[in-house]
């Protein structure tokens, strides 16, 4: 039995819908671009390059339905709605066609984003771990099990703010499936249980403010809202 100088931090986890226990977090991966009129807007030109992956730290997800705080160090806090997959059975080089018998279930979350430093990252060539890897940076609503939303290939995905539509698209829009993102993803690392996916956001991201309250959902899966506190 390991024996720890100190007490190790408590498992990050998620709420799980309809349920007392949660869904305990290994690790969280998310697709950089997976929309094209997304990428678009970011000044890419989407084509079906293989899609790359950014990490965000377990602990920082936290349940939605909340305040978030606004984080430091930025003046640009953009949010990302997004497909969220959890993973509940692992393994490497995994097949398009065995992929989604590697899923736990979904929900909706929000990438959120420091888009000032993001911006300065490209532009240094630096990571965007700052960006993209703040705490509570990665607000997630209770997870479905996939008994309940089968697997979403299509359907709205759609996020407003204050009440004004901002982000709406569907999940046929993606330009990698769910399948192929998991099965690309294993290639490069081991999946286990507990690995979250976020798999890109459609176009319409902006900037939002201390007080501002995010809203959204995704056909057949969940709703999600946050609403954005003080400067932490
Ligand atoms: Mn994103």
Partial sequence: MVRYAFSPAPTPSVAID?????????????VGRNY???AREMGKDPDREPPFFFTKPADAVCDAGGAVPYPP???????????????GTGGHDISVAHALEHVWGYSAGIDLTRRDLQAEAKEMGRPWDWAKGFDFSAPVAPLVPVARTGHPASGRIHLAVNGETRQDA???????????????????VRLAPG??????????VGAVLPGDRLEGGIAGVTGISVTLAPRA
């Avoid at 930025?74 to 990302?80: A, I, V």
């Avoid at 569907?170 to 490069?188: E, G, H, K, T, Y």
Wanted: proline fraction near 7%.
């Fill in 18 to 30: 309809g349920s007392e226990e949660r869904f305990p977090i290994r690790r969280v991966f998310c």
């Fill in 195 to 204: 690995d979250l996916i976020f798999t890109g956001t459609p176009a319409g």
């Fill in 36 to 38: 094209a009129a997304h």
């Fill in 73 to 87: 160090l930025t003046d640009d806090l953009h949010f990302e709605m997004e497909l969220v997959v959890a993973i």
């Fill in 170 to 188: 569907d999940l046929a829009d993606q330009i990698w499936p769910v399948p192929d993102i998991i099965s690309i993803c294993s290639r490069s």
